[in-house]
C-alpha cells in the first residue's frame, strides 16, 4: 500500500485555517463527522454520516486503521503516540507484504509524518463534533488506505454504572496475522459479530495450539484479554495475591491499553504468566477485557461451547479493580492536549 510522500504542513495550515463564526455550521444530530484526506488534492472535505464505527471501517476497503479516544471530557487524546507506533508498524507490515507481491515502489513513514498529518485533522474534527458533544468523550476511528487517510468522530458509549462488567462468549477462531491493524481483519471478524447480542459484550477466540495440543484463549473481535487467578492470600495489598493470565504477545494484536496494563503490572511487582489455558477455566478467579473505548471492563460471565454453557467470574476481583483504577487515573498522564 504505497502512500504518498506529501508535506503534513500543507495540511495543517488548511486544517487549523480559523473559519468565520458566522460560516460555522452546527452539526445535526447524525450519528458521526467523518473527515477526508486526499493525498492527490491535498484537500479535506467534511461529512456527517448515521454510520456506525464498526460501518465506518467496513468502507475501509484493504487499508489499515486505528481507534483512540478522548479523556478529560473531550480536550485530550489518551496514547496518541502509541497509536501513532502502530499506525506506523502496522503501514509497514502492508508496505513488506505488497512488495513481497512484486511492488517496488513504497514510502516508509515515521511517527512525524502521521503525527504532522492526523493531529491537525482530530483537532479539527473535535472542534466541530464537539458543538453536539459538549464535554461528553469522543471515539476517533482512522483509516488509512492507497487513496487517503479518513477519520470519523463518534460519541464514546460504554457499559452503563459506576463500575459495569460485561459478559465475553467463546468462539473458535484465531486471528490471522495479529501484528498488524489490517482492515482486512474487520471483514473477516463481521460474521462472529453475530454472537455480540445482549448481555454479550464481546467475542473472544480460543483455538487448540496443536492438533492434540490444549485449548487456549487468545483476544476478542475488538479487544485483549486476560484472565486472574489466586495464587496466595497473605499479601498485602490483596491484588499482590493473584496472578494476571495473558496470551503470549506474539499471538495477538498488542493493543494500546494492553500495553499500559502491562507496564502497571511491572510497576507494581504484579505477576504476569503467558499461558492461557482455556481448560483451566475452574481455576480462573475473574477476567476482563481491555481497549480503547472499554479501557479495563471486568468479565462477569463467559458463555461457551454449543449449548452455551455459563460460568460466573467474580468482576470485583482486587487485581483488575486496581488494573482498571490505574488505567483510570493515568488518563491525563498519558495523554496528549488536543
Request: glycine share 6%; hydrophobic share 40%.
Amino acid at each position: 500500500m504505497r502512500i504518498p510522500l506529501q508535506r503534513p504542513a500543507l495540511l495543517q495550515t488548511l486544517a487549523s485555517t480559523p473559519r468565520p463564526l458566522a460560516a460555522s455550521r452546527m452539526m445535526s444530530t447524525k450519528q458521526s463527522l467523518i473527515l477526508d484526506y486526499n493525498y492527490a488534492t491535498s484537500q479535506v472535505t467534511e461529512h456527517e454520516s448515521e454510520m456506525s464505527a464498526s460501518e465506518f471501517m467496513l468502507s475501509g476497503g484493504d487499508g489499515i486503521y486505528t481507534a483512540m479516544r478522548t479523556v478529560c471530557h473531550g480536550t485530550r487524546l489518551f496514547l496518541f503516540d502509541d497509536h501513532l507506533q502502530r499506525i506506523c508498524k502496522s503501514h509497514s507490515v502492508m508496505l513488506s507484504k505488497e512488495q513481497g507481491d512484486g511492488m517496488k515502489d513504497w514510502q516508509q513513514l515515521d511517527t512525524e509524518y502521521w503525527r504532522g498529518l492526523l493531529a491537525p485533522l482530530i483537532r479539527r474534527g473535535l472542534n466541530r463534533f464537539g458543538q453536539c458533544c459538549g464535554e461528553q468523550d469522543s471515539k476517533i476511528t482512522v483509516l488509512v488506505d492507497r487513496h487517503r487517510v479518513a477519520v470519523q468522530f463518534v460519541r464514546l458509549l460504554g457499559p452503563n454504572g459506576v463500575n459495569p462488567s460485561c459478559w465475553v462468549k467463546f468462539v473458535s477462531g484465531r486471528r490471522d496475522h495479529p501484528e498488524a491493524k489490517s482492515l482486512q481483519w474487520v471483514h473477516d471478524r463481521e460474521a462472529l459479530e453475530q454472537f455480540i447480542v445482549p448481555p454479550i459484550n464481546e467475542v473472544v477466540l480460543i483455538e487448540h495450539d496443536s492438533r492434540d495440543g490444549p485449548l487456549r484463549f487468545y483476544e476478542g473481535l475488538s479487544s485483549n484479554f486476560f484472565v486472574t487467578r489466586r495464587v496466595s492470600a497473605d499479601k498485602q495489598p490483596k491484588y499482590l495475591n493473584f496472578q494476571l493470565l495473558s496470551a503470549p504477545l506474539d499471538s495477538v494484536l498488542l493493543g494500546t491499553i494492553m500495553k499500559l496494563v502491562l507496564l502497571i503490572c511491572e510497576r507494581d511487582g504484579i505477576s504476569v504468566r503467558y499461558a492461557p489455558e482455556f481448560d483451566a477455566l475452574e481455576s480462573w478467579n475473574g477476567a476482563f477485557v481491555s481497549s480503547t473505548s472499554r479501557l479495563v471492563l471486568p468479565v462477569s460471565n463467559v458463555v461457551y461451547g454449543d449449548d452455551n454453557r455459563q460460568h460466573l467470574l467474580d468482576a470485583s476481583d482486587p487485581l483488575i479493580e486496581h488494573l482498571r483504577d490505574s488505567v483510570r487515573s493515568m488518563a491525563r498522564e498519558k495523554s496528549t492536549k488536543v
